[in-house]
């Protein structure tokens, strides 16, 4: 209250020019003038300065009043501005988090459009029983297990489908499996061109049925693991009639009851198989099974592959059909409890057994190599000038099987390209006196 009566007499007496304003203060200050002495009428304190000489005492105390409030004012903006500059940035945190968000969403939902890229269906957990088709994408957050009381749905008994092509499932090292007393037959069904990344298999089959993957009409599976299914590993199929390409890479089948891979394609199918960087290791029969029925063409690529370990056969292929393979890189077929590689061919099959790379069929328990099957046949084996075809140490058993026994139903072709028996064993044979090849022999052992 003192201090608006002073304010307002203030302005009554001061004169209307700035001469005693705050600014014409501002300008005085510092100058060598003398100052004068308080006036009667106001009532100062002797350790306040004294005011200019010519000026109002009462203009001087509004001047300090006038500071003050812009000090207040000053200080009063800090804080409001400070507030709002932290409500400010928060905001622009939430609002960019927002857009990002936003952003995220727009993309994931862009996915699959104008062919450019499948859709992600990771967003609730998957079941056995889930099916993949078109140009979308499942990538598995976590391992997929089929209860004992979930059972199939459909007569395909598969946990998951993926169907189509550019249909893809990564499971990004995910387990799919089933529980023992399950009834699911296959883990992964792929068909139509899908593809399988990343995946761990295993438990899957119901009594002598059924297997880890099962590609028909062509797919891809590639990165995965295979293990401890009830029957077999991976099993590929050809429809009657289809033409399709199937594709096995860099994959590991092992401890399966049956065989690693096991192919048969229908009467009248056309089928193309590569298998690169594979490992069939220790099932419980054969290694590799590729099973041509008649009118049936297969067209076999592999590379860079080993079967060993296996109960029976490291590979067997049983034709009535047309057979094309090759053999590139290595191929390594060892210590498997039968032959190391079998080809049965029947009554008008045909064929070529290209071998570009290096064949190793070492210490199997019976044949390393055995041609067999009717006379009426014509499958040549034909080793590259740059290729070679070892076997050495079969007979595990010595019971006179050979490191390469043919019964009438192949012939050999290419020239210092095989490697077999031992001195004083040629390591070949033939109860109906079929075509040999001429082998160098194996090389000793630092312990033979």
């Not at 699911?184 to 002598?208: E, H, L, N, T």
């Not at 220790?282 to 079967?307: C, H, P, Y």
């Not at 006179?400 to 012939?411: L, P, R, V």
Request: charge should be negative; aromatic fraction near 8%; hydrophobic fraction near 30%.
């Amino acid at each position: 209250m003192t201090l608006l009566k002073l304010f307002n007499a203030s302005n009554a007496n001061s004169p209307k020019d700035d001469a005693g304003g705050f600014n014409s203060q501002l300008e005085n200050k510092g100058r060598d003038q003398p100052p004068s002495p308080p006036k009667d009428d106001v009532d100062f304190d002797s350790t306040e300065a004294a005011t200019p000489q010519g000026k109002s005492s009462v203009s001087f105390l509004r001047s300090k009043v006038s500071l003050a409030c812009l000090w207040i004012l000053f200080f009063a903006l800090l804080v409001v501005g400070g507030v709002g500059i932290f409500q400010y940035n928060s905001a622009s945190a939430s609002a960019v988090g927002h857009i990002q968000q936003q952003e995220t969403l727009i993309v994931a939902n862009n996915r699959g459009k104008a062919g450019k890229e499948p859709s992600l269906l990771c967003d609730s957990p998957i079941k056995c029983g889930h099916t993949v088709t078109g140009k979308d994408k499942l990538s598995l957050l976590e391992d997929v297990v089929c209860t004992d009381t979930e059972g199939p749905d459909d007569e395909d008994d598969c946990a998951i489908t993926i169907s189509g092509e550019g249909a893809e499932l990564d499971c990004n090292g995910f387990m799919i499996s089933q529980e023992t007393s399950g009834s699911w037959k296959y883990g992964i069904c792929v068909s139509d061109g899908a593809k399988a990344v990343k995946c761990p298999v295993q438990r899957f089959g119901v009594g002598y049925e059924g297997a880890g993957i099962r590609v028909e009409d062509g797919g891809e599976v590639e990165d995965s693991e295979v293990m401890f299914n009830i029957h077999n590993g991976i099993e590929v199929g050809g429809s009657q009639g289809s033409t399709a390409t199937t594709k096995i890479s860099d994959t590991f089948i092992h401890d399966n009851g049956s065989d690693g891979i096991r192919f048969k394609g229908e009467t009248g199918s056309e089928s193309s198989i590569q298998i690169e960087g594979v490992r069939t290791i220790n099932n419980g029969e054969t290694g590799m099974v590729f099973i041509v029925l008649a009118d049936t063409t297969m067209i076999l690529r592999v590379k860079d592959s080993e079967t060993s370990y296996n109960k029976v056969a490291g590979f067997l292929s049983s034709s009535f059909g047309s057979i094309d393979f090759e053999l590139e890189g290595f191929f390594n077929s060892r210590y498997n409890g039968g032959t190391g590689m079998s080809f049965y061919n029947y009554n008008l099959s045909e064929g070529e057994i290209k071998v570009k790379g290096v064949v190793n069929l070492y210490k199997n328990k019976y044949h390393g190599l055995f041609m067999g099957g009717t006379v009426n046949v014509n499958v040549n084996v034909v080793v590259d000038k740059r290729g070679a075809l070892n076997s050495c140490s079969n007979d595990q058993v010595g019971n006179g099987f050979k490191d390469i026994f043919n019964d009438g139903s192949g012939t050999f072709s290419g020239e210092d390209g095989y490697t077999c028996g031992a001195e004083g064993n040629s390591g070949t044979g033939s109860s109906t006196g079929a075509d040999l090849p001429d082998c160098e022999y194996c090389p000793s052992c630092p312990s033979e």
